[in-house]
């Protein structure tokens, strides 16, 4: 399989691309997404995290380009469970692993042999429709305003500060929006679809109306 890691011929799966910030909503809306049509479905922000909270637990430098890039090539998916890969700490320490080239190099072919997954995959993440996958079927961009992200993570997050929340995404934003490699930006092709005054049934209306409509 001389493709492997390029981008796969594509054959008749379908793949769907979500892409947006922290909070956006995407993470929800993918897998209510792949559930409803029977696909496969990758957060893919589950690999940074877990590069992230190896990083952490280990002691080892974010800023150590080759020590991270060697993290993300032995991932363990024990991590996958871990209570803490959700928390907002591992996720500063994602973005800050995500900014290194090698990384991401490193998690690229894992996330295109996945899209390549009959009868379809959804992928949610930064940078699936724009770099990951520009070959998809249907691209969305999943926004909302920082207020709504920031209060959406703090009520699924007991105990915690609603303005440490929301600085913590504002930083996290400015990191993934402005790095040199896959910043975070809606593709030139893709649905953007603001969430602030959605519900999560309601955005799952809005995606699969246009799918069927495009499809
Ligand atoms: O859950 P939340 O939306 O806050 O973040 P996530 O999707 O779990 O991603 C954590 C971090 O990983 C992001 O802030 C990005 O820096 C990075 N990431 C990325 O660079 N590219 C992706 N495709 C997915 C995540």
Redesign the pocket.
Known sequence: MGWVGKLAPKGTEVIIAI??????G??TLARALASKLGYHYL???????MV?LTVARMAVDPNDEEACAAVAARLDPAFFADTDL?G?LV??Y??????LPKV?AALLKL?RDFAVNPPGAV??????GTV?CPQADFKFYITASVEVRAER?HLETPGSDLLAIKAD?LA?DE??AN?MV?P?KPAVDAVVIDTSHLSPVDALQKVLTHIHQKG
């Not at 892409?19 to 956006?24: C, E, H, I, L, Q």
């Not at 957060?43 to 995290?49: A, M, N, V």
């Not at 992928?123 to 699936?128: E, F, K, P, S, V």
């Open positions: 892409d947006g910030p922290s909070a956006s995407k993470g957060d893919t922000g589950s690999l940074y995290r992230g959700r907002e996720g500063g994602a973005s800050k692993v995500a900014v991401r996330q992928l949610d993440g930064r940078d699936i990951i993570r995404i996290r990191r993934d790095r896959a975070l």
